[in-house]
């Protein structure tokens, strides 16, 4: 379906807002918030895992383990954790952005 080698290049060439909209994607992906189907929650999260872990404008550096907390040692403080940080972010993406990125990752990966 997806060209995922492409993945690692597209995940390099990320701006700065587009690296919190990835994030946040893992957020969603990893508290159960998101309501992508299964392989495009593999898909995006694994664009997640291909991102330098570089602190973003947006989130501190430890998101990266908050979120891997998330998907492999679930707990509710983690839960908690995420969903404060997934909400923060939806607030400063919004809806319409996120939905943009999503489309544009998705027509990446087909071209």
Same mark, same amino acid.
């Given at each position: #379906? &997806?060209?995922?080698?492409?993945?690692?290049? *597209?995940?390099n060439?990320?701006?700065?807002?587009?690296?919190?909209?990835? *994030?946040?994607?893992?957020?969603?992906?990893?508290?159960?918030?998101?309501? @992508?189907?299964? &392989?495009?929650?593999?898909?995006?999260?694994s664009?997640?895992? +291909?991102? $330098?872990?570089? $602190? %973003?404008e947006?989130?501190?550096?430890?998101?990266?383990?908050?979120? #891997?907390?998330?998907?492999?040692?679930?707990?509710a +403080? *983690?839960?908690?954790? *995420? /969903? /404060?940080?997934?909400? %923060?972010? #939806?607030? #400063?993406?919004?809806?319409?952005? @996120?939905?943009a990125?999503?489309?544009?990752?998705?027509? /990446?990966?087909?071209?």
């Open positions: #379906m &997806y060209q995922l080698d492409r993945l690692s290049d *597209i995940a060439n990320l701006s700065a807002f587009e690296r919190d909209c990835c *994030i946040t994607v893992a957020l969603k992906i990893a508290d159960s918030s998101c309501k @992508m189907d299964a &392989y495009e929650q593999s898909v995006f999260l664009l997640f895992d +291909a991102l $330098e872990r570089v $602190e %973003s947006f989130f501190s550096s430890n998101v990266y383990e908050i979120v #891997m907390l998330g998907r492999n040692a679930p707990s +403080a *983690i839960y908690a954790e *995420i /969903k /404060k940080l997934r909400e %923060s972010a #939806m607030e #400063m993406i919004t809806r319409p952005k @996120m939905k990125f999503k489309a544009s990752i998705r027509e /990446k990966l087909l071209t």
